[in-house]
């Protein structure tokens, strides 16, 4: 576990809100891990969202015109999020009980070809206060393990307290 959180430092998350959020408004999370987790436990980046979420990515790169089959069939793939998305009632990986009942985004940190940067825009759908909450948790052979809290968000746009690498304004 020590050495599971040892790395912990080197991830950090940005969740920016405009200062006018409104239902049907987008809300940006970026992500960064300088290092990858051992992929024997499984390590995730979770935010959890009440309510109803749209997520958006960049659009998929299209091949090449003049690129031949062989060169398709390479192992290089298209440039995916690297996020999972979950509505609340869905069962989370390997049974991860991280904000259960509400709209999940997991990065997994410990898989080989893991996508330890990247960005999605959220789109949310529910007026009022938006709580959200994330942490970098882990599923270890003693159940499930918060490595960090990082922070708990009550009201578009303010300002959450830093919690080791939660960077960035909500």
């Known amino acids: 576990m020590a050495s599971l959180k040892a790395l912990v430092p080197g991830v950090q998350l940005e969740i ?11 809300v940006h999370m970026a992500w960064r891990v300088a290092s990858p987790f051992p992929p024997k436990v499984p390590v995730f980046l979770a935010v959890a969202i009440p309510g109803a979420i749209r997520l958006e990515a960049a659009p998929l790169a299209k091949p090449a015109q003049n690129a031949t089959p062989a060169a398709q069939d390479g192992n290089v793939g298209p440039d995916l999020p690297g996020v999972l998305a979950l509505p609340g009632e869905a069962r989370g990986p390997l049974d991860l009980e991280f904000g259960a009942g509400q709209t999940r985004l997991l990065v997994p940190l410990h898989q080989p070809g893991s ?15 938006l709580a959200v909450e994330a942490a970098v948790v882990a599923k270890t052979g003693c159940g499930e393990r918060r490595l960090s809290e990082l922070g708990r968000a009550g009201r578009a746009p303010s300002l959450p307290r830093s919690a080791g690498f939660w960077h960035g304004a909500f």
Do not use: C, E, Q, Y
Not at 18 to 26: F, K, M, Y
Not at 115 to 129: E, P, Q, S, Y
């Open 16 to 26: 920016t809100a405009p200062a006018d959020l409104r239902s049907g408004g987008a």
């Open 115 to 129: 996508k330890l940067a990247g960005t999605v825009d959220i789109r949310v759908f529910d007026a009022g206060a």
